[in-house]
């Protein structure tokens, strides 16, 4: 039996190492849906303004996640992650110390650099010392640290806020960052995917990874425009501070789930963009539901919330397996951070856009049809994907 125990637990040490990675620097973008009102409030900002701080993240990780990728393979997925958890409890710190909106949005630029190296970084230290039998369930595993994420910033920052207001609860994660980074440069090794002295520049993608990327494209646009402004929505149909909270929990459950189930499901199908179609379609049922609450009826939005979860939350993961399994798309790292281009260029334009319809005279009505509209045509790119993969 003693045995046994020290055999599991590097990996249950790196799982939770990975998990924690991919969580983190997600946690302002839960943070943003959740304390939106009261950023609204506090900073004297325009709703439609309260997207540009996603965008501020995620839009300086897409322009940075190409370089990224091959930066990762030639650093070391180690310093990858070290560097990662730096930067986010810099982040954190700044966003206690920074007056103001533009304040608040260059501290949080800090976290767009995370984020771009938590793919790549997290892909290669799986491609280096998990089994291959083993990959996509560890895959499942770490992705899900994205929406564990949103169970621990549901359940948490209400009551944070409530004690020490919005900064203080943003700012108690600066440390724990500090402490990862620690562990993190204990537990991994500092082997790097490429020799040292390569030039780090992106490569160019292929057609099949283009398409994937476009998908991902459509995922980050849906998943960002949906969680930015899930709080602002439920919040002018009366719904509560906690019940927000709550509802960004259960799409955190859901969303590790269905990522730990459905991403080993994938593996063992002839490819995973049959499923990927159908989670989209999902994602497009969901919104439909969501836009059947009213100020009596709030369950809508939590079935929404539920289906939001379930679906386009997964997606992301299905394609860091599609990388790990097919070759045809590319070295582990430089197409995660290819990929990842895609997600974060779409979680960045997302907001600003939904915005922009939110400001119409159809307001929320628009803003959920048009997003419709980007779920619709993600599930058609992953058909055109289907058929690409399989004419080989």
């Not at 190492?17 to 990675?21: P, S």
């Not at 710190?93 to 110390?97: A, E, K, N, T, Y």
């Not at 002295?197 to 292929?206: C, E, F, S």
């Not at 459950?253 to 991403?263: D, F, H, P």
């Given at each position: 039996?003693?045995?046994?125990?020290?055999?599991?637990s590097p990996?249950?040490?790196?799982?939770v190492?990975?998990?924690?990675?991919m969580?983190?620097?997600?946690?302002?973008?839960?943070a943003?849906?959740?304390?939106?009102?009261?950023?609204?409030?506090?900073?004297?900002?325009?709703?439609q303004q309260l997207g540009w701080?996603?965008?501020?993240?995620?839009?300086?990780?897409?322009?940075?996640?190409p370089?990224?990728?091959?930066?990762?393979?030639?650093?070391?997925?180690?310093?990858?992650?070290?560097?990662?958890?730096?930067?986010?409890?810099?982040?954190f710190?700044?966003?206690?110390?920074l007056p103001?909106?533009g304040?608040?949005?260059a501290?949080?630029?800090l976290?767009?650099?995370?984020?771009?190296l938590?793919?790549p970084?997290?892909?290669?230290?799986?491609?280096?010392?998990?089994?291959?039998?083993?990959?996509a369930?560890?895959v499942?595993?770490?992705q899900?640290?994205?929406?564990?994420?949103?169970l621990l910033?549901?359940?948490?920052?209400p009551?944070?806020t409530?004690?020490?207001?919005?900064?203080?609860?943003?700012l108690?994660?600066a440390p724990?960052?500090?402490?990862f980074?620690?562990?993190?440069?204990?537990?991994?090794?500092?082997?790097?995917?490429?020799?040292p002295?390569?030039?780090?520049?992106?490569?160019?993608?292929?057609g099949?990874?283009?398409?994937?990327m476009?998908?991902?494209?459509?995922?980050?646009?849906?998943?960002?425009?949906?969680?930015?402004?899930?709080?602002v929505?439920?919040?002018?149909?009366?719904?509560?501070?906690?019940?927000?909270g709550a509802?960004i929990?259960?799409?955190g459950?859901?969303?590790?789930?269905?990522?730990?189930?459905?991403?080993p499901?994938?593996?063992?199908l002839?490819?995973e963009?049959?499923?990927?179609?159908?989670?989209?379609?999902?994602?497009s049922?969901?919104?439909?539901?969501?836009?059947?609450?009213?100020?009596?009826?709030?369950w809508?939005?939590?079935?929404g919330?539920?289906?939001?979860?379930?679906?386009?939350?997964a997606?992301?993961?299905?394609?860091?397996s599609?990388?790990?399994?097919?070759?045809?798309?590319g070295?582990v790292a430089?197409s995660?951070?290819?990929?990842?281009?895609?997600?974060?260029g779409?979680?960045?334009a997302?907001?600003?856009?939904f915005?922009w319809?939110?400001?119409?005279?159809?307001?929320?009505?628009?803003?959920?049809?048009?997003?419709?509209g980007?779920?619709?045509s993600?599930?058609?790119l992953c058909?055109?994907?289907?058929?690409?993969?399989?004419?080989?």
């Open positions: 039996m003693q045995q046994r125990a020290f055999t599991l990996q249950l040490g790196l799982s190492l990975l998990l924690t990675a969580g983190m620097p997600m946690m302002i973008f839960y943003i849906g959740i304390l939106g009102p009261l950023l609204i409030a506090d900073l004297g900002i325009a709703r701080l996603t965008t501020a993240t995620f839009g300086l990780a897409a322009l940075i996640s370089w990224a990728g091959a930066l990762v393979q030639r650093m070391g997925s180690r310093a990858g992650l070290v560097s990662l958890f730096a930067l986010v409890g810099l982040s710190l700044l966003v206690g110390i103001g909106f304040g608040l949005m501290a949080l630029l976290c767009g650099l995370a984020q771009s938590a793919n970084a997290t892909n290669q230290a799986i491609a280096q010392a998990v089994p291959a039998s083993r990959k369930g560890m499942g595993l770490k899900s640290g994205v929406q564990a994420s949103a910033a549901g359940l948490v920052l009551p944070l409530v004690a020490w207001g919005w900064r203080g609860a943003l108690i994660w724990l960052a500090v402490m980074a620690v562990f993190a440069a204990r537990k991994l090794s500092g082997k790097a995917a490429v020799a002295g390569l030039t780090v520049r992106p490569g160019v993608p292929n099949w990874l283009r398409l994937l476009s998908i991902q494209l459509c995922a980050g646009l849906a998943l960002s425009s949906f969680m930015t402004y899930l709080g929505y439920a919040h002018q149909l009366g719904v509560s501070a906690v019940a927000i509802m929990s259960s799409f459950v859901m969303g590790i789930a269905s990522r730990v189930i459905l991403t499901l994938g593996a063992r002839r490819d963009t049959g499923l990927l179609a159908g989670l989209f379609l999902l994602a049922v969901s919104l439909w539901v969501l836009q059947q609450a009213d100020q009596l009826h709030h809508p939005l939590w079935l919330v539920i289906g939001m979860g379930l679906s386009v939350a997606t992301n993961a299905l394609a860091m599609m990388l790990l399994r097919d070759a045809r798309f070295g430089s995660a951070g290819m990929v990842s281009l895609g997600f974060f779409g979680i960045a997302g907001p600003p856009l915005g319809f939110l400001e119409g005279s159809a307001g929320f009505a628009a803003a959920w049809s048009v997003l419709s980007v779920v619709l993600g599930a058609l058909l055109a994907l289907c058929a690409c993969l399989r004419r080989g």
